[in-house]
Structure formats: C-alpha cells, structure tokens
C-alpha cells in the first residue's frame, strides 16, 4: 500500500507545448542511475527520439523501465508505432511492462487504461504532465511539470509499486488509498495525487481546494464532466469567488472512424451546467496548428495548482491510471495563472451552448465513462485521448 499523500518542498517549472520535449530529453540524458517511464501515447517522431535517447542511457549502465498502456489507444496507426517503439526498447535492452489491466477497486467490471505521462531521472528531477507522444498530438495544447525536490522520490515511489502491480498480474490488487489531507502546506511545497493500484486521492485533492477558494478559481479543461466537480464549481461562484473555465472545442475527428464528429461531445454536459449556473465559461479558439487545448489545469487563489493528466470525468478520478502534481506556491502557479489569463483574453470564444446532437452523444459517453471500458460501439464514441 502506498503512503497518504503529503507535500514536501520542491521545485516545479510548467512548461507548455514543444518545451516539455526538450525538458525530457534532458532529464533522461542527466540520469545516472535509474530512469522511469510510464506513458499513454509513446509514438511517432518524437516517440521515436526519446526511445534512442533511453537506449543510449540503457547502453551507459542507466537502468531504464518502461510502463506503457496495455491497449496503445486504439487508433491503429498509433497503436503500430507505439509497438515498435517498445520492440525497439526491449532489443536494446530496456525493461518494458504492459499495464494491470484489471478494474481498479472498488470497481469490479470493465478495464482500466494506463493515462499516465511521466518520466523519472533517478529520484532528482521529473518531468509529468498531460502530453502524449506522436504526430497528431503536435497540434495539441499541452502542459507539462518540470520538477526537482524530494516529490520525485514519491513519483519514483509510485512507479515501482506499479511496476510490480504489472509484473505479477496475479496477485490481489490492494483496495485504494483515498485519504488525502491537505493539513498545513508550506511555500514551495507539492504532493502526487491520482489514481491508480492502491490510490484514488484526485478527486479529494480537487474538490479540497475549490471548497476553500477565497478570491479566484481558473480552471482549463480537456473533459470537465463529473458532476461533483461541476457542483464545487457553481458553489464557489455562489460565494463570490471570480471563477472562470476554459474548455476545450472538442474537435476528435481525426479520432474517429469516420474522420468527422459532432463538435463539443466531451463536454456538452458540464458547459451545459456552466452556463445555467452562470459560471463564466469559454471555449478555446483554434488557431495556427493548434486544433485542441489539452490541458488538465485547476489553480486556486493563485497560489494552489493541481495539474497532470487527469480529466475532470469520472474516468479519470476513478479507474483510469493517473497522475498530477498539488503545487503550493512557488512559482510554477503564477506561471500557469499569466498563461491562463493570455488563453482567456486572447484564444477563447464565450459559447452559446452545446448542441442537442453533442449533448446526446455526451450523455452516452458519461455513461460509459462510467460503466464500461473499452468503449461500447466504437463508432459511437472516439477513443480517449
């Protein structure tokens, strides 16, 4: 079993699009000892560069181990590219696992999906975050933590007891943690909440601060869905506090089969409950190669930041492995709240409200967030990204 989660002090830096590229190649060629790697997407160009990068650290005496997603999100392309990645990997040497896929408890039907992006260097400096590897993902509005400080050591932590978790599919799964006081944070301090074998501490974390919100609540959001969270967040605006929430467009046609979808699928629900509750909402503009904004951002009071790969949804706070940082101060929350801001004023559109189309393919997609996984009919729904 894990620990509860706490806050030790640490230093993070958010870094946006392209940047976290560079920040991991240079975390994985600082590594002296040991290199950690659990991800979704691992594929196309930029998949293929950072795997010679971990081979070459592998043929310098790094231990290097490698978790992936058991189904390589279904797009088949992507799904090949990622293989052969990870046939690569291994022919150099490098420990590869496929996820647990079994139902995280207490859930005891359908299977759970690997969501995790992070990579550890020894247990001095991580970089951990919402963006997947691969061509289509380069036109992705993305956010990822660079981060040194003892909250590495908790990370490098948490990928060893999945690492086991995957290698011995055989043994119980622990029932999940989902104890996660804040107590007293200090400045320049951060934790890990998420879900996973032996956690589910994400939701508690996010629904924590937005109940002691005082003067502000920004939210950017890939798929803002789960009805608590909607619920926190019109309450909050009840009590005077400025919120705001910028959600994505929802364009997933290259997601899906037919190359075409109804816009605004994932979240017609929770801007639907926005707009009723009066909670100023907009939708992010596309603009030059940027089509979808990817985030996974909650700052709070402009000193709190939880940020990661988790979606707002009840897949991501209850089944799907996951990971995010809760940063207290420092300054890698002012930096998340000026990039916000320029998003707000200048990439976002207030919206008129969703379509009876989109919400009806939203209702089908919570009730299967919800229930089942893999999806029902495929062509119903796209893939997760």
Same mark, same amino acid.
């Given at each position: 079993?894990?620990?509860?989660?706490?806050?030790?002090?640490?230093?993070?830096?958010?870094?946006?699009?392209?940047?976290?590229?560079?920040?991991?190649?240079?975390?994985?060629?600082?590594?002296?000892?040991?290199?950690?790697?659990?991800?979704?997407?691992?594929?196309?160009?930029?998949?293929?560069?950072?795997?010679?990068?971990?081979?070459?650290?592998?043929?310098?005496?790094?231990?290097?181990?490698?978790?992936?997603?058991?189904?390589?999100?279904?797009?088949?392309?992507?799904?090949?590219?990622?293989?052969?990645?990870?046939?690569?990997?291994?022919?150099?040497?490098?420990?590869?696992?496929?996820?647990?896929?079994?139902?995280?408890?207490?859930?005891?039907?359908?299977?759970?999906?690997?969501?995790?992006?992070?990579?550890?260097?020894?247990?001095?400096?991580?970089?951990?975050?919402?963006?997947?590897?691969?061509?289509?993902?380069?036109?992705?509005?993305?956010?990822?933590?660079?981060?040194?400080?003892?909250?590495?050591?908790?990370?490098?932590?948490?990928?060893?007891?999945?690492?086991?978790?995957?290698?011995?599919?055989?043994?119980?799964?622990?029932?999940?943690?989902?104890?996660?006081?804040?107590?007293?944070?200090?400045?320049?301090?951060? /934790?890990?909440? *998420?879900?996973?074998?032996?956690?589910?501490?994400? #939701?508690?974390? @996010?629904? $924590?601060?937005?109940? +002691? %919100?005082?003067?502000?609540?920004?939210?950017?959001?890939?798929?803002?869905?789960?009805?608590?969270?909607?619920?926190?967040?019109?309450?909050?605006?009840?009590?005077?506090?400025?919120?705001?929430?910028?959600?994505?467009?929802?364009?997933?046609?290259?997601?899906?089969?037919?190359?075409?979808?109804?816009?605004?699928?994932?979240?017609?629900?929770?801007?639907?409950?926005?707009?009723?509750?009066?909670?100023?909402?907009?939708?992010? /503009?596309?603009? *030059?190669?940027?089509?979808?904004?990817?985030?996974? #951002?909650?700052? @709070?009071? $402009?000193?709190?930041? +939880? %940020?990661?790969?988790?979606?707002?949804?009840?897949?991501?706070?209850?089944?799907?492995?996951?990971?995010?940082?809760?940063?207290?101060?420092?300054?890698?929350?002012?930096?998340?709240?000026?990039?916000?801001?320029?998003?707000?004023?200048?990439?976002?559109?207030?919206?008129?409200?969703?379509?009876?189309?989109?919400?009806?393919?939203?209702?089908?997609?919570?009730?299967?967030?919800?229930?089942?996984?893999?999806?029902?009919?495929?062509?119903?729904?796209?893939?997760?990204?």
């Amino acid at each position: 079993m894990l620990s509860p989660p706490v806050f030790v002090p640490s230093q993070v830096d958010v870094l946006y699009d392209g940047a976290y590229e560079h920040a991991m190649e240079d975390v994985a060629a600082k590594a002296r000892r040991e290199l950690r790697l659990d991800y979704f997407v691992f594929a196309g160009p930029a998949g293929d560069r950072l795997a010679g990068r971990l081979i070459a650290r592998q043929a310098a005496g790094v231990r290097v181990r490698v978790i992936f997603d058991a189904a390589m999100l279904p797009v088949p392309e992507l799904q090949r590219q990622q293989r052969a990645i990870a046939a690569r990997l291994r022919a150099g040497g490098i420990e590869v696992r496929d996820q647990d896929r079994r139902p995280l408890p207490p859930r005891v039907g359908g299977a759970t999906m690997d969501h995790n992006k992070y990579m550890v260097a020894d247990q001095d400096a991580a970089v951990v975050g919402s963006a997947n590897l691969g061509a289509p993902f380069y036109s992705f509005h993305d956010l990822m933590l660079k981060v040194r400080g003892p909250v590495v050591k908790a990370l490098a932590e948490q990928f060893d007891y999945d690492w086991e978790v995957a290698g011995h599919p055989e043994r119980p799964l622990a029932g999940a943690l989902v104890h996660a006081e804040e107590g007293h944070p200090a400045p320049g301090t951060a /934790r890990i909440v *998420g879900t996973g074998p032996g956690r589910k501490t994400g #939701l508690e974390a @996010v629904l $924590g601060v937005l109940s +002691i %919100a005082r003067t502000s609540v920004y939210m950017q959001a890939y798929e803002l869905q789960d009805p608590r969270i909607l619920a926190a967040l019109s309450a909050a605006r009840d009590r005077g506090v400025d919120v705001r929430v910028l959600l994505d467009p929802g364009d997933v046609d290259q997601f899906t089969p037919f190359g075409w979808a109804p816009r605004g699928i994932l979240n017609a629900a929770g801007l639907r409950r926005m707009l009723d509750a009066r909670v100023p909402t907009r939708v992010y /503009r596309p603009a *030059g190669l940027v089509r979808t904004a990817h985030m996974k #951002l909650l700052v @709070v009071d $402009g000193e709190r930041l +939880i %940020a990661g790969s988790i979606n707002f949804s009840r897949g991501g706070l209850e089944w799907a492995y996951e990971t995010d940082l809760e940063i207290f101060g420092g300054r890698a929350p002012g930096q998340a709240v000026a990039h916000f801001l320029v998003d707000w004023d200048q990439q976002a559109d207030p919206s008129p409200g969703p379509g009876w189309v989109a919400r009806a393919l939203c209702a089908y997609y919570n009730w299967n967030d919800g229930n089942v996984y893999p999806p029902g009919p495929a062509w119903l729904v796209p893939p997760r990204k």
